[in-house]
């Protein structure tokens, strides 16, 4: 039989509160202090997971004082049928919101909620849990480190400002990872959390998950500008920069040396003090994370070849030392120094691409970055 906590918190008081409670030391009554409250916890957590839906929420920088709108959550969403909202997490507290998460059955739906840093640490969250029916991170920091966000995540919805002045990069579109929509909003970053019209469309967005029958409420200000689906430019572009940010990380690209590649000699290309001539460590890193496939390729006279890349022939070997098409419309966009977005075919398969021109410390064109989808496998 579960323990009333009302029950229990009744009786310590009749403890602390009678005559007998002088003889008690400190030390016991400490002890007895710190044995309640761990019921008390452990019971409000017992009721949290027998949830059809849970919510989790976290609050970003400055807490409850600064993330109002994330408190208020907790009581909107509450009424929503079959679903338990958890009490606001401060942002750095992301390591109890996956604890709580693992708790629920696996049945459970689970959506995460956060706002500022606590947006960028919802992916923390989610990458550490095995499943989250929808994340909705609410203008993310630009100054916060996130992670991408991957195939465990079923729905993404960023809510940012296009204005990077109106929020100094407090709020500017800054995640990364696939299943993904984007909604914009004019508010400030420091109110963006207590947009009514942000509640609204968050409590239906609660809703369908937890019970579709529910009545909806009516959103006219911000709709999601669409989801990122397989045929959707945003989902490459946001691995492409993923992919770029990791290069960085490692240094500056430069070209040092040569290598033999599938038998033939090529420039080595290097980030930093890394090589990355037959490293597969970066692409295949990056497609772990967001699926897909990436390459890095060096420029070799006027061709482009793959040195780093898990792009398969027919065989299901990587296609090293294989050939940016000298014919293709690819080419034409690199040897202006431009981008290439859309789709290609790549050893005879058609592929959703980007390819961006790889640069040095002089600004020449030493070589390529990647990433594209198969389109029949998305």
Not at 190 to 215: C, G, M, Q, S
Not at 257 to 269: C, F, L
Not at 355 to 375: H, K, R, S
């Amino acid at each position: 039989m579960r323990a009333n906590p009302l029950i229990t918190s009744s009786a310590f008081i009749k403890i602390i509160a009678s005559p007998d409670a002088d003889r008690i030391s400190r030390f016991k009554t400490h002890k007895l202090v710190s044995f309640i409250s761990t019921v008390s916890v452990c019971l409000v957590l017992a009721t949290v997971a027998s949830a059809d839906s849970l919510v989790v929420l976290l609050e970003g920088l400055g807490g409850q004082i600064t993330s109002r709108g994330i408190v208020s959550f907790q009581e909107e969403l509450a009424v929503i049928p079959n679903t338990r909202v958890a009490l606001p997490l401060a942002q750095h507290s992301w390591r109890d919101a996956v604890k709580l998460i693992q708790q629920q059955k696996p049945e459970t739906k689970i959506v995460v909620i956060g706002y500022s840093l606590g947006a960028n640490n919802s992916t923390y969250v989610a990458k550490n849990v095995k499943h989250v029916d929808e994340l909705i991170a609410i203008q993310a920091s630009v100054w916060g480190r996130a992670t991408a966000v991957g195939e465990n995540v079923d729905r993404v919805i960023e809510i940012y400002n296009p204005k990077f002045w109106r929020t100094v990069g407090l709020g500017a579109k800054r995640l990364v990872g696939i299943h993904f929509s984007y909604v914009t909003n004019s508010d400030s970053h420091f109110y963006a959390d207590e947009d009514p019209e942000v509640h609204k469309f968050v409590f239906n967005e609660v809703k369908k998950l937890a019970d579709p029958t529910a009545r909806a409420k009516s959103v006219f200000r911000i709709q999601p500008e669409g989801i990122v689906g397989a045929h959707d430019m945003q989902k490459v572009k946001a691995a492409m920069a993923l992919l770029k940010s990791e290069s960085e990380i490692l240094g500056p690209a430069r070209i040092e040396g040569t290598d033999t590649i599938d038998g033939n000699a090529v420039p080595a290309v290097f980030f930093g003090a890394t090589r990355m001539n037959n490293n597969f460590t970066l692409v295949d890193g990056i497609v772990k994370q967001v699926g897909g496939t990436a390459t890095i390729f060096v420029k070799r006279g006027t061709d482009y070849v793959r040195v780093a890349t898990n792009v398969k022939r027919d065989d299901g070997s990587r296609a090293i030392g294989t050939i940016l098409d000298p014919k293709g419309k690819v080419i034409e966009f690199i040897n202006r120094n431009e981008a290439f977005y859309g789709e290609a075919t790549i050893l005879g398969k058609p592929y959703l691409t980007g390819y961006e021109p790889m640069q040095d410390a002089q600004n020449n064109v030493i070589g390529i970055y990647y990433f594209g989808y198969l389109v029949r496998a998305l």
